[in-house]
């Protein structure tokens, strides 16, 4: 149990389209997931907290206009990087969990390479 | 801000050796923490963690770890490594604000490379 899928697992974009990823938990409700980048060998750098019905919260430095999360139901996040450039290109990671709060554990997706040419 | 520091960016061994992976974190109050492993082309899955209690936690695969609070540590080990174990290990740091968040803190990453 506890799987959790996103796709595309890769994407390929030209500079200035945007891009939706998304992220679902399959066996399990997910009222908690997170959005994370990991860029080459560096660590994941957790992007934004996002909450079924209700509007994700950003790290800081992440701008919120260019990477939209809307978690609509128990089962589905999506990211969408608007007006995509090179320096977008990087390693988009989501992860979920089963509770709202408190001490546990995230279940992590696959991943989704973006590459912006 | 917090952070989460992992000494060894690449270790390799051979087959058998023992391991330890280092990891600090840098926060005063109450901590969760945790192991995570990437094997080659697959996604992060968790090894151990802890969250209260005994603090020598045992994970799957014969890994281990030992959270000592007064030196802000969680190191990771295991007796006796194998092949299979050639990974990505990340040390994760959940600070606890009395349950309002769960927001995990990833150490830099700890390549090993274990040798047939």
């Known amino acids: 149990g506890a799987v959790v899928s996103q796709h595309p697992s890769w994407v390929i974009c030209k500079s200035g389209t945007s891009v939706k990823i998304e992220c679902r938990s399959l066996?399990?409700?997910?009222?908690?997931m997170f959005w994370y980048r990991q860029f080459p060998k560096q660590s994941l750098m957790l992007m934004a907290t996002?909450?079924?019905?209700?509007?994700?919260?950003?790290e800081q430095g992440v701008e919120k206009d260019k990477f939209l999360i809307n978690h609509a139901s128990l089962t589905l996040s999506t990211l969408t990087v608007t007006s995509a450039h090179p320096e977008d290109s990087s390693f988009y990671i989501c992860?979920?969990?089963?509770?709202?709060?408190?001490?546990?554990?995230?279940?992590f997706g696959p991943g989704t390479r973006l590459t912006v040419l | 801000a917090q952070s989460v520091s992992q000494h060894n960016h690449h270790v390799i061994l051979s087959e058998a050796a023992s391991l330890e992976l280092g990891c600090n974190y840098s926060y005063g109050g109450t901590v969760n923490l945790f192991w995570y492993v990437q094997y080659p082309g697959q996604h992060l899955q968790l090894l151990l963690k802890y969250f209260s209690g005994d603090p020598l936690v045992k994970g799957i695969k014969g890994f281990e770890a030992e959270f000592i609070k007064s030196k802000f540590s969680f190191n990771l080990r295991k007796p006796s490594v194998q092949w299979s174990d050639t990974a990505e290990y990340f040390c994760?740091?959940?600070?606890?604000?009395?349950?309002?968040?769960?927001?995990?803190?990833f150490g830099t990453g700890t390549l090993l490379a274990v040798q047939p």
């Open positions: 996002s909450n079924e019905g209700s509007k994700a919260t950003y």
């Open positions: 992860s979920a969990t089963r509770v709202p709060r408190g001490p546990n554990e995230q279940f």
């Open positions: 066996d399990f409700q997910a009222t908690t």
């Open positions: 994760a740091v959940m600070p606890n604000y009395g349950g309002a968040t769960n927001k995990l803190i």
